[in-house]
Every structure is written in C-alpha cells, then in structure tokens.
C-alpha cells in the first residue's frame, strides 16, 4: 500500500501559539489530501480538503482562519492550527487519495497546554 | 439523524466468539460502503469494502441491507488481535472522494 507521513507525530504547545503540522505521501503524488480531526472516544470528523495548487475546502464549522491549509507541492499538505487553545488538543490525521483509495498518516497528537 | 450511526460498544467477547455490528446510514443514495479498523492512537485503516452482495475476506463478512439502510460486519473465531474500534465509513453521494466516519464499535476480545 502506499506510503503517508505526518510530522511531528506529538507536539505539545503553549496556549497561543501557533502549531505547524505536515502530511507527506512517500511513494506516490497527490493532488487531494484530506485533514481530519478526533477527539477522545469520538470518530474521525473531517476538516477540510486540501487541494493542489488552489485553496483548500473547509466541512462546515470548520475556521479557515484559524485552520490554514496549504497544498504547494504533490506530495505535502500542511496544517497550521493559528493561536492554538486547549479545546484545539486532538488527534490530527491526514489522508492522502491515490486513484479511488485514501491513504491515511498515523496522526499528530496535539496537546495544548 | 445522524448520517452514520453505530452501537459504540464495547462489546466484550471471549476468543473463538462470533461477533456482529451494524452500522446504519440515512442517505439512500448511498453508493459505497467501508469498514474500517482503528486501534487506539493510531490511524484508521481499511478493513474491507462492503459490496451489494456481501463479500468475505477470511474471518471477517461484510453485508448491505439497503432496504433497511445498514451494513453489517461479522467476525467470526474472534482473536485477541481483533480488539479494536471498528469504523463504518460511508462517503456522501456526490463525492466519492470524502469520508463519513461512524462514531464507531469497539471490540475487546478477552482470552
């Protein structure tokens, strides 16, 4: 199967701050990427779709201020969660589409203190 | 309603169990269906496909009722390693693309 990167896999970081979070695909290019968010005991809720080289899509609900999203290149999306608090600490997770199949990162836990 | 819906568990089974969930779905245009397992702290990974007729992949049956608006994963002969949250995943019609996550079904299988 392909190959889906996330980095950092934890961060934790003051209140305020700002908290950069990068989805790589390995093996293969990706003109879609997806961002999704979970927190504890609930399932994964989607973000935003990340698309190259326009801008990302956000679900409802979802601040594209506060949540920016870039796609510059095929193989990397990033997130950058703006003036972070601690109802932003959750399990961040990427996926990455490659023909009809999604491939997911192992996720960034951010913890904000 | 909400667009997925499942019993969040935990079902607590012994080894050698055979084990059902159900997860169903309002939108009755809905094309494709998945089950998807996540352990805890990691990501989610695809489990199998779920097609109309139903399909087997070992130990582990998937099947639609679209009349009744559910698909169905079985687990039979139940391991330690199946202990899991299993994830129904439907994506919205109009966009195969993105995923819709069921809160999800835990699973503890015990010796």
């Known amino acids: 199967g392909a190959v889906v990167s996330q980095h950092p896999s934890w961060v934790i970081c003051k209140s305020g701050t700002s908290v950069k979070i990068e989805c790589r695909s390995l093996d293969f290019q990706a003109t879609t990427m997806f961002w999704y968010r979970q927190f504890p005991k609930q399932s994964l809720m989607l973000m935003a779709t990340?698309?190259?080289?326009?801008?990302?899509?956000?679900e409802q609900g979802v601040e594209k201020d506060k949540f920016l999203i870039n796609h510059a290149s095929l193989t990397l999306s990033t997130l950058t969660v703006t003036s972070a608090h601690p109802e932003d600490s959750s399990f961040y997770i990427c996926?990455?589409?490659?023909?009809?199949?999604?491939?997911f990162g192992p996720g960034t836990r951010l913890t904000v203190l | 309603r909400k667009e997925v819906e499942q019993d969040p568990g935990p079902f607590n089974v012994p080894e050698g169990a055979t084990v059902a969930f159900n997860c169903t779905y309002s939108n009755s245009a809905s094309q494709s269906f998945f089950w998807y397992r996540q352990d805890c702290r990691k990501e989610p990974k695809l489990l199998m496909s779920v097609y109309s007729s139903g399909n087997e992949d070992g130990r582990f049956t998937a099947q639609l009722n679209r009349a009744s608006q559910y698909i169905s994963l079985l687990i039979r002969d139940s391991k330690l390693s199946d202990s899991a949250t299993y994830l129904c995943?439907?994506?919205?019609?109009?966009?195969?693309?993105?995923?819709?996550f069921g809160s999800g079904t835990r699973l503890l299988v015990r010796p």
């Open positions: 996926s990455a589409r490659r023909g009809n199949e999604q491939f």
């Open positions: 990340s698309n190259e080289g326009s801008k990302a899509t956000y």
């Open positions: 995943v439907v994506p919205p019609t109009g966009s195969s693309y993105k995923l819709i």
